[in-house]
């Protein structure tokens, strides 16, 4: 297995609602990361899950939290987003944390917040 | 500041016209420069690593190259199946996995 498996690939969402976002490999890949994608922009990282430890970019809001139950599987759970949180989000995982290796990309989840 | 800088931002090309796409960096150290085909509403796909000056590398219709302050994606012949956003990512010696990325180049091959 080579892949990183993001569901759901769309979502729809209103403001007051609370989702999750799943992403998972079976790669025995290390890290694990969140990105926002906005249209024609570049990935903006959001959170990173490596050696058990998550570290956050102070500037992504808290109504976006990360959760890794186990070293496949890496969460992002979502409550009251709002309209200028719609974009592609995209999961990502490295072989070596250090990312000497690049980044095996998902697929993405397509985001729309109503 | 680490800055990573794509030109130009789209392209258009007949198939069969060859072109370059430049990834300029500014950088406190630079430990590998990646290159990412991006397909739209889908992820990144890897394509290369460039770790220093001077080396290339080629994979089918694409070529990689790498300077000091620089990286080109040459694309050779293309065809409309070239077509999708090419995406450069700088991996920096302080950063930890966190790679900059430049904003794109839009590339369309018409037949």
């Known amino acids: 297995d080579t892949e990183v498996t993001q569901t759901p690939k769309h979502l729809v969402m209103g403001m007051t609602n609370k989702k999750s976002l799943k992403c998972e490999q079976h790669?025995?890949?290390?890290?694990m990361y969140w990105y926002k994608q906005k249209a024609k922009k570049p990935p903006e990282l959001m959170f990173v899950?490596?050696?058990?430890?998550?570290?956050i970019n102070e500037s992504v809001p808290s109504r976006f939290s990360p959760e890794c139950p186990n070293s496949s599987l890496l969460n992002l759970h979502l409550h009251a987003l709002q309209p200028e949180d719609s974009a592609l989000y995209l999961c990502?995982?490295?072989?070596?944390?250090?990312?000497?290796?690049?980044?095996?990309f998902g697929s993405g989840t397509r985001l729309t917040v109503v | 500041e680490d800055q990573v800088t794509q030109s130009p931002e789209a392209l258009r090309l007949q198939e069969g016209e060859s072109s370059s796409l430049n990834c300029s960096y500014t950088?406190?150290?630079?430990?590998?420069l990646f290159w990412y085909r991006q397909d739209p509403g889908k992820g990144p796909e890897f394509l290369f690593t460039l770790y220093s000056a001077g080396e290339e590398k080629e994979k089918e219709r694409l070529k990689a190259t790498l300077t000091k302050k620089e990286s080109f994606l040459h694309i050779t012949a293309p065809k409309p199946e070239d077509s999708a956003t090419y995406l450069c990512a700088a991996l920096t010696t302080d950063s930890w996995g966190k790679f900059q990325f430049g904003a794109g180049t839009q590339v369309v091959v018409t037949p």
């Open positions: 899950y490596s050696y058990e430890k998550l570290s």
């Open positions: 990502a995982s490295s072989q070596d944390p250090r990312g000497n290796y690049g980044y095996t």
């Open positions: 950088v406190s150290g630079l430990r590998g």
């Open positions: 790669m025995g890949h290390r890290a």
